[in-house]
Antibody
Framework: QVQLKETGPGLVQPTQTLSITCTVS????????MQWVRQTPGKGLEWMGF???????EYNSEFKSRLSISRDTSKNQVFLKMNSLKTEDTGVYYC????????WGQGVMVTVSS | DVVMTQTPVSMSVSLGGQVSISCRSS???????????LSWYIQKPSQSPQLLIY???NRFSGISDRFSGSGSGTDFTLKISRVEPDDLGVYYC?????????FGSGTKLEIK
């Protein structure tokens, strides 16, 4: 059974760095792309980037300068790190599997506020 | 970026009825490899999005045949027949042909 679960801080201060972990089960990270998507009141669903089954990454240029996606295959975990947070980055952050976003985690709500 | 435009923004349907949701892309979604990467998702209240349809017309595992996708190039349609209470939510189209991947703004389906 495929499962994805995001964990991360609920509150982050402006200018700080956001770190979210996606832990997966039921499949191998070496076989599937892993995506990151966020949902904000201002822009709806936004694709942030993915890490391929081989480990290379692709980023939305909207975030490229401050976003990093990595993984630890031994722990079945994928990581999102985004720096220089702004209030507009407030939203729900999801990980999802595969090119077609087959399965999604439940999401983690992140509020950027001082 | 490829802009995905969905219409209508919201709609109301009676149980047992049929609905069609339109999704238009600002550029052709035909990939160099010949595939068209257009997907449909539903986000039920307080839930994550769920994949319904991929590559225009392929139902994802476990998805009812009441859901069907069609279209080509830049014009796509999701049809839901025999609407059930569990179908309420927001429907999104998304394209996977060009980077950055993009989604439509959503169509809210309400049950009368």
């Amino acid at each position: 059974q495929v499962q994805l679960k995001e964990t991360g801080p609920g509150l982050v201060q402006p200018t700080q760095t956001l770190s979210i972990t996606c832990t997966v089960s039921g499949f191998s990270l070496t076989s599937y792309y892993m995506q990151w998507v966020r949902q904000t009141p201002g822009k709806g669903l936004e694709w942030m980037g993915f890490i391929r089954s081989g480990g290379s990454t692709e980023y939305n240029s909207e975030f490229k300068s401050r976003l990093s996606i990595s993984r630890d295959t031994s722990k079945n975990q994928v990581f999102l790190k985004m720096n220089s947070l702004k209030t507009e980055d407030t939203g729900v952050y999801y990980c999802a599997s595969n090119k077609d976003f087959d399965y999604w985690g439940q999401g983690v709500m992140v509020t950027v506020s001082s | 970026d490829v802009v995905m435009t969905q219409t209508p923004v919201s709609m109301s349907v009676s149980l047992g009825g049929q609905v069609s949701i339109s999704c238009r892309s600002s550029q052709s979604l035909v990939h160099n490899n010949g595939n068209t990467y257009l997907s449909w998702y539903i986000q039920k209240p307080s839930q994550s999005p769920q994949l319904l349809i991929y590559k225009v017309s392929n139902r994802f595992s476990g998805i009812s045949d009441r859901f069907s996708g069609s279209g080509s190039g830049t014009d796509f349609t999701l049809k839901i027949s025999r609407v059930e209470p569990d179908d309420l939510g927001v429907y999104y189209c998304g394209q996977g042909t060009q980077y950055p991947l993009t989604f439509g703004s959503g169509t809210k389906l309400e049950i009368k």
